[in-house]
């Protein structure tokens, strides 16, 4: 566990050793939140393709197979 100090504009560095174990990059997008029942802020890596397919997920009117859609779209950005 690391220490890290927060900024004027509430900003912080996630330690290296943290963004290797999680496979963050320059440039990712993460979710921040507060777990109250922990009381611990947490972290997670987005893949954007889940957030799209979560999303889609909300439209009731669309029906199909999530895997294969999912693969479709992972082929168009090979």
């Known amino acids: ?32 939140w507060y777990d109250e029942s922990e009381g611990v802020i947490k972290i997670r890596k987005v893949d954007p393709l889940e957030e799209i397919e979560a999303e889609l997920r909300e439209l009731p009117k669309i029906k199909a197979d999530w895997a294969e859609l999912k693969k479709y ?6």
């Open 73 to 78: 779209i992972y082929e168009m950005f090979d």
């Open 1 to 32: 566990m690391e220490v890290v100090k927060v900024t004027r504009n509430y900003q912080m560095v996630i330690p290296a050793s943290v963004r290797k174990a999680v496979g963050i990059k320059e440039g990712d997008l993460v979710k921040v």
